[in-house]
């Protein structure tokens, strides 16, 4: 079985390493991004099975990302991660096309359920 192809987006170089190592220790392919900019680039070639998205990223915030890909017919699932505990942020994430929204700070194992089940779908 061909391992699924994960796309982590944050600036923050402590989220991106324990997602990878997480992620990678589920069987996953993990690539990495840091800023909106790279992640849009990175994201609108459609080889990604999901994406987890900051929503506070520098260049691009990640609803922005999103927005970008959207008006490109990019399909790909993405989970929003946010430190912001508003309610306008976790509508505008699903109103935007997100499957999932989850608070920072987070339980890892809590995420990874939560990727095992959208990669389910």
Known sequence: MEKKRILVADDSETITTLLT????????????????????????????????????????LGLEVIDRWQAEGVTTPVIVLSGVDDDRTVVDSFDRGAVDFVRKPFRVPE???RVRHRLSV
């Open 21 to 60: 190592t997480a992620l990678e220790s589920g069987g996953y392919l993990v690539t990495t991004a840091t800023d909106g900019y790279e992640t849009y680039e990175l994201g609108k070639t459609g080889v990604f099975d999901l994406v987890i998205l900051d929503q506070l990223m520098p260049g691009l």
């Open 111 to 113: 995420l990874l359920a």
